[in-house]
């Protein structure tokens, strides 16, 4: 799914300043705990989360994250932006729940990330 | 101009004929009839920010209609007359699988900002600008230097022509503690340096996540922050994290999945679950980890992959791609 069909989807708004909206990722992630995303979350997939401190973008960055959607019509501070910015990380705000948000997008074919373990990185 | 130059911007020059008109695009065009009211064609212009649109009658294109078209649909008060009268009806069309090439040599050929893509059947399947040209072209020049600059970087160049007995970069990142808003910054430079050197993103991803729960442990957990030094070698990364306390008093409990000592604030942030460790240990295809009270802790992270293909090599299938 390309970035342009996710906005679309979920009635987002571009928040940081340069957005390639044909970047495609293959599938999504919902979490406020970044220890989580950084076991669980695949490259080139989308986070959706309620967070929006710096951290957030670096835990994607860190994790091979492609976009981040914030929920719940959040907006993001300056110096999240800012670093978004400087790594080249889209940045969404969708007024949906974080519940709602993940049922559109999967409705509309963005797989999750299947039954998850505790994996072994280094032999998966 | 040297031949290596010589040979790059031939590669430049093949990339943007390559590139073809249905790769930058855009697909969703915005229309209107030729029965759309001008004042209507005026009110669309401005809320979708656009200087013109094609003209459909079902999904046969019959003329284009421009900011242009406006003004002097303005100028002699014509504003209740519809489109199909202000539109010009010969349009320039260019097919979707046509090189860009033949799109910009048409716009410097025919003065247009805009040409109405079609498909080899006629129906309209997307519209381009100069914009959309220039969004294009960048983005390809981008990838094709990010290709040519790790191609620049690999390891084997630099392990290669420095001979030793045994080679090894070595990378020193002072962390400091609490310091929750810079977080991540060695773990991000660690992970490019990887990514230059050649490693594929599979190992740049593993060496990243376990740097930066280390380098997180350092901010949240240390009296006085640490140091991370990773020393990257042909066949290895190794990173070690020292901090000089408070240590850890049950290392085994430290361990398990979900126990956390760390402060309310920092869970708001959505750290301290009690998960560090076990990501790095997981990362990581060796992990020790030794503390105590009062002195400090030690961790030594190793990330292996098989002499003599180096990082970019073929052990592991998962640091491949």
Redesign the interface.
């Known amino acids: 799914m390309d970035l342009r069909t996710v906005l679309n989807t979920l009635d987002a708004e571009i928040v940081s300043r340069q957005a390639d909206l044909q970047q495609e990722i293959t599938s999504g992630g919902a979490a406020d705990l970044m220890s989580d995303v950084l076991a669980f979350a695949r490259p080139d997939s989308l986070l959706l989360t309620g967070l929006v401190n710096p951290q957030v973008v670096r835990t994607a960055e860190m994790a091979g994250i492609r976009a981040i959607v914030f929920v719940r019509g959040k907006r993001p501070p300056a110096e999240t932006i800012h670093l978004a910015e400087e790594i080249g990380l889209p940045l969404f705000s969708t007024r949906y729940t974080m519940y709602e948000a993940c049922g559109r997008l999967y409705a509309a074919g963005l797989p999750g990330h299947g039954l998850c373990h505790l994996y072994d990185q280094t032999t998966a | 101009m040297s031949a290596r130059s010589t040979l790059e911007v031939t590669r430049l020059q093949e990339l943007i004929y390559d590139l073809k008109i249905k790769e930058i695009m855009q697909c969703?065009v915005i229309t209107v009839t030729p029965q759309t009211p001008m004042q209507e064609f005026k009110e669309l212009l401005r809320l979708k920010r656009i200087s013109g649109t094609p003209v459909v009658e079902g999904d046969r294109l019959v003329g284009i209609i421009s900011l242009e078209d406006l003004i002097k649909a303005l100028e002699r008060g014509e504003m209740n007359a519809q489109v199909g009268d202000k539109m010009t009806r010969t349009v320039k069309t260019l097919y979707a699988d046509e090189s860009v090439v033949q799109a910009v040599n048409q716009m410097a050929r025919l003065g247009f900002g805009r040409f109405p893509i079609v498909n080899r059947s006629g129906q309209l399947v997307g519209i381009l600008t100069r914009g959309d040209i220039i969004r294009g072209l960048l983005?390809r020049l981008q990838l094709n230097y990010q290709e040519v600059e790790s191609q620049h970087y690999r390891t084997s160049h630099l392990f290669e022509e420095i001979v030793s007995d045994q080679t090894s970069l070595v990378l020193r990142y002072r962390v400091q503690a609490g310091d929750?808003?810079r977080?991540?910054t060695a773990?991000?430079h660690i992970?490019r340096a990887i990514e230059r050197l050649g490693g594929k993103?599979?190992l740049a991803?593993?060496v990243?996540?376990a740097?930066?729960?280390s380098e997180?442990n350092l901010i949240i957990h240390t009296d006085q922050g640490g140091e991370m030094v990773v020393e990257i070698q042909p066949d290895q990364v190794h990173i070690v994290v020292t901090d000089t306390g408070p240590g850890i008093p049950d290392i085994e409990q430290a361990m398990r999945?979900g126990f956390s000592t760390a402060p309310e604030w920092i869970r708001e942030?959505?750290?301290?679950?009690?998960?560090?460790l076990?990501?790095i240990k997981?990362?990581?295809?060796e992990m020790k980890l030794e503390s105590a009270v009062g002195a400090g802790t030690h961790l030594e992270i190793w990330f292996r992959f098989s002499p003599p293909t180096s990082l970019t090599g073929e052990k592991?299938e998962?640091d491949l791609l």
């Open positions: 969703d983005r929750f808003s977080g991540g773990s991000s992970k993103p599979p991803r593993r990243a996540v740097a930066y729960e997180m999945p942030m959505g750290f301290g679950a009690g998960m560090g076990i990501n997981n990362c990581a295809d592991k998962e």
